[in-house]
């Protein structure tokens, strides 16, 4: 089945740690992006890209860095610079204008 | 500024009862619009879309949806609400204005279904 895969769904992270969450999608679509969920505030993008090794920053990308080396894969890693890391994320794909396809979501918690 | 806003942060309703959930947007111009469901823990399923046409748009799970550029809404309906509808629901919108496009989320909606 197509679809998208993230990984880990759940991941806990000491203060000052770099962690990354991985994202991988067989559905061949060309734009990946991941989006940030806070309770109460919907969903915030901070990276997204619309080609291979190219990628554009999105509202909150401070403290947060991707790479785009295939078109399947689209890794976020949670630098040590992000303040309040802990949340709720989902990288998802898409093909055609705002129409998104999601994962399941990882849940960061930072001890 | 692009934007989508969702009054309602949580609605209940009775099993078997009408459902309006309200979705505004602001745009410089008529957006692409969405509606997307998400259950507890897991990722958003798209309901249904808007591009143009039909201002009357059928989705998934028997919910729909009518656009309206007189009131800059797009509100997500469904006739009879049965108990796994309970989710929280996002509206969206997209506008088309080259590389720096992006779909804009509201804050969502939680839905609560009672018995």
């Known amino acids: 089945d197509g679809g998208i895969t993230q990984s880990p769904k759940y991941l806990f992270r000491k203060e000052g740690q770099n962690v990354t969450l991985s994202c991988e999608q067989n559905l061949n679509h060309d734009a990946m992006y991941w989006y940030r969920q806070d309770p109460g505030q919907g969903l915030r993008l901070i990276y997204y890209?619309?080609?291979?090794?190219?990628?554009q920053k999105g509202d909150i990308a401070e403290g947060y860095s991707v790479s785009r080396e295939k078109k399947e894969s689209f890794p976020l890693t949670v630098t040590s610079a992000q303040k309040n890391p802990t949340a709720f994320y989902l990288c998802a794909s898409s093909i055609k204008y705002g129409e998104l396809f999601f994962g399941e979501g990882s849940r960061l918690t930072v001890l | 500024a692009q934007s989508v806003t969702q009054p309602d942060i949580h609605i209940t309703v009775s099993e078997g009862a009408s459902l309006e959930l309200r979705c505004n947007y602001s745009?410089?111009?008529?957006?692409?619009l969405f509606w997307y469901v998400q259950s507890p823990g897991q990722g958003l399923q798209l309901l249904l879309k808007y591009f143009s046409g039909d201002t009357l748009v059928q989705g998934i799970k028997g919910f729909e949806a009518e656009f309206k550029r007189s009131q800059s809404s797009f509100n997500l309906r469904k006739p009879s609400v049965h108990w796994s509808d309970a989710a929280e629901y996002f509206c969206?919108?997209?506008?088309?204005?080259?590389?720096?496009?992006?779909?804009?989320f509201g804050t969502g909606t939680r839905l609560q279904v009672t018995l």
């Open positions: 745009y410089g111009a008529t957006p692409y």
């Open positions: 890209s619309q080609i291979v090794n190219d990628f």
């Open positions: 969206a919108g997209y506008l088309n204005t080259g590389t720096a496009s992006k779909l804009t």
